[in-house]
């Protein structure tokens, strides 16, 4: 079972941008296929990005398609999610993702090990 730690989650006002990370841990990092979720208040988790273990494929939600990059630096066991063009509809707890297969990366269902959630909140 893998841990997944985030952080980097903050207020920040509308148009500003964001860095996000997530720490792995107990198992080989290079081997794992990263995503990130999002769910805000009242609504079901949506798939945001995901990243294959040699930083391809990449796949984003059409709803940050542009305004988001996923990367990840398989030195430091970590992945980034940069936000820029911040909305408050990205309001929302992000949650770091550990997918089984890339192909399935959009599906909630399909997630081994999720992280605790970071909270960004976009003010307008």
């Known amino acids: 079972q893998v841990q997944l730690v985030e952080s980097g989650g903050r207020l920040v006002q509308a148009g500003g941008s964001l860095r996000l990370s997530c720490a792995a841990s107990g198992r080989t990092f290079n081997n794992l296929i990263m995503g990130w979720f999002r769910q805000a208040p009242g609504k079901e988790r949506e798939f945001v990005a995901a990243i294959g273990w040699g930083g391809r494929p990449i796949f984003y939600a059409d709803s940050v398609k542009g305004r988001v990059t996923i990367s990840r630096d398989n030195n430091k066991n970590t992945v980034y999610l940069q936000m820029d063009s911040l909305k408050p509809e990205d309001t929302a707890v992000y949650y770091c993702?550990?997918?089984?297969?890339?192909?399935?990366?959009?599906?909630?269902?399909?997630?081994?090990?999720w992280g605790q959630g970071t909270q960004v909140t976009v003010s307008s």
């Open positions: 993702a550990a997918p089984s297969t890339i192909w399935r990366a959009r599906d909630p269902g399909n997630i081994d090990s």
